[in-house]
């Protein structure tokens, strides 16, 4: 599948769920360790299915910033992470930033970079790094079905609180100011992994799939534990995005209405799946800075 056509064609979800092999790893945090580790140090770059890149892709000075590759401890072995943070001293408010189905390429290590420019302590770790090396693969399509559906949501759940871990064990994040921000695959772990730790204080989840995923190694779809949560999040959605029709998004909002989260889903009409990559053709630089505003200001006002 080509990059243009990511977000604009429809893909069948539950296809690529059935072509798990046999040897996923299982979802217990205990077993985790069972298989070894393909991803030890990040991509240089983009990833290659990320192409044809955009003029527009935005680059952040790290003047002023510590910023670089970190390896943080889980269940195993280690996993890499690329970690952003003022250069100056002080213990820094937290952001977990939750990479795309991409993984931790340019574009992601670049977000990490521009919260830190805000502020934040942010760290994106590497949460495939047991399945696969998406940074290679070519093709969308073999990316969904040989690494994402194989990627159990317990596993990442148990890598974001190691990468949180390191982050207080660095001394120079405040942990108690948590929050996380999620991209594409990113956006949907936002609204699983605040269910699985109320601590987080808000997140914020771009286009992330709502329904369809679901799976022995995938427990829920948000819209299943929407009414439930307890975290402030605030969804940034596509009007005009195939893989997330409006009467998804509106079920969605009314799930969410039944918990006292008082999280909320703003949908930019007319837009596409990827609206805030500023490296693909869905790039839309106003609804893109405008998102941005709004989930900083959410942040902010929650105490992130």
Partial sequence: MKLNHYGLKPLDFQATNAQQATNTVVSEPNQLSRRGFLVTSLATGFALASTPL??????????????????????????????????????????????????VHEHIKDICRRLAKMGYYAIAPELFARQGDVSKMTDIGEILSQVVAKVPD????????????????????????????????????????????????????????????????????PIDIAATLNVPTLGLY????????????????????????GSEIVVFPGLNHGFNADYRPTYDKAAADYAWKLAGDWLKARGV
């Fill in 238 to 261: 596509a009007g005009s995005d195939s893989f997330i029709p409006d009467a998804m998004v509106d079920q969605m909002r009314a799930e969410l209405q039944k918990s006292s989260s």
């Fill in 54 to 103: 955009m003029a527009q892709a935005i680059t952040t000075s790290t003047r002023g910033l510590v910023a670089g590759e970190v390896s943080v401890p889980v269940a195993g072995g280690h996993i890499p992470a690329y970690r952003a943070m003022p250069a100056k001293p002080g213990k820094h408010p937290t952001l977990v930033v939750i990479q795309e189905i991409f993984g």
């Fill in 154 to 221: 317990a596993q990442v759940f148990a890598d974001i609180d190691a990468s949180i871990a390191f982050a207080k064990a660095s001394g120079h994040a405040d942990t108690k100011k948590l929050g996380t921000i999620g991209f594409c695959y990113g956006g949907r772990m936002v609204w699983l992994y605040n269910q699985h730790n109320p601590r987080v204080k808000a997140g914020i989840a771009y286009y992330g799939l709502l329904s369809g995923l679901k799976s022995d190694i995938k427990a829920n779809d």
